[in-house]
């Protein structure tokens, strides 16, 4: 059974309790992050705590713990549930009050839980075998670059994906692609440039996404930062994803036609192993 961190405890996962009155349940009123865990250690904590923060502000939530704190949080729950490879998933809500549209007085404390959950990451079927997806409208509110437990369009594209016998969906919003469900999107294109979108309110600005931006400038690779359409997306030579706990995933489908030969693309392959060699070597 896991130990889980609530509010300055660590209980067993049966006895992690929160109120009904929570507006994490009421509103999903907060706010998320997940660090992937290799070799039993954390990966990128630092820039996951950055965005944390970020998105605690744009809300208007202060966290009561500085990051050193939350750094030993997740070191404890590494250790207490034996984790080598997986992730910590964190949720920040504003507190428990009554429900009310109306913000809580600022003495309302913050409700604070992590969790660990064990996943194969590096030895992953999907990143051998590629991704389907299919594409959909972005219907989502207008700050998907806070990242929210306002999550209930993803959900509801991703069972549509899994309905039509594809793995995950990429959204659309006046033509051009936004970004996956839980993940960043990216085409190579026939000149072997690597494209994704440029950062907005529109797309989470992803932690693994930018590490890889600057590991493909490391590499002398050509990488265009702009829009790209879904009819881009099917003429693509190849096509993945970005997540924190998937890495890279080659896409080698969407809307039921081969993108490129239908295959993981070389490219993806080589930065996908390129990413994993990096965050080795972080997690030594």
């Known amino acids: 059974m896991r130990t889980v961190y609530l509010n300055g405890e660590y209980v067993a996962e049966n006895a992690a309790k929160v109120s009904v009155f929570d507006r994490g349940f009421t509103f999903a009123d907060a706010i998320y992050e997940v660090t992937a865990v290799l070799q039993g250690k954390l990966l990128d904590f630092d820039l996951h705590a950055a ?27 590494i250790a207490r549930n034996e ?8 949720q920040v809500t504003r507190g428990v009050e009554d429900r009310s549209f109306a913000m809580p007085a600022p003495e309302v404390t913050p409700t ?20 389907k997806i299919i ?38 919003k006046e033509g051009l692609i936004t970004e996956g469900t839980s993940n960043n999107a990216f085409i190579v294109t026939a ?7 440029e ?9 693994t996404r ?28 190849e096509a993945f994803i970005t997540s924190s706990t998937s890495f890279v995933y080659p896409v080698i489908n969407v809307d039921g036609a081969a993108v490129g030969d239908g295959k993981p693309g070389p490219l993806t392959q080589h930065i996908r192993q390129l990413y994993i060699d990096r965050a080795m070597a972080l997690t030594a």
């Not at 998105?55 to 030993?72: G, N, W």
């Not at 950062?199 to 932690?207: D, F, M, Q, T």
């Not at 930018?210 to 009819?231: A, D, N, P, V, Y």
């Open 51 to 77: 965005r944390l923060r970020r998105s605690l502000k744009e809300i208007a939530i202060a966290l009561p713990i500085d990051d050193e704190a939350l750094h030993a949080i997740h070191q404890q729950l």
């Open 83 to 90: 984790l080598y490879e997986g992730l910590i998933y964190l």
């Open 199 to 207: 950062l907005s309110r529109l797309l989470l600005p992803g932690i």
């Open 191 to 197: 000149e072997g440039a690597v494209v994704t979108r």
């Open 112 to 131: 604070l839980v992590l969790y660990t959950q064990q996943k194969h990451i590096v030895a992953s079927p999907l990143a051998q075998q590629g991704m």
């Open 135 to 172: 594409s959909l409208p972005d219907l989502r509110w207008g700050r998907c670059d806070i990242k929210t437990t306002q999550l209930l369009y993803a959900c509801l594209a991703k069972e549509q994906a899994r309905q039509q016998g594809a793995d995950d969906a990429w959204l659309l």
């Open 210 to 237: 930018g590490s890889l931006i600057k590991l493909i400038h490391e590499q002398g690779m050509r990488l265009e930062e702009r829009s790209f359409t879904l009819e881009e997306v099917k003429n693509a030579a």
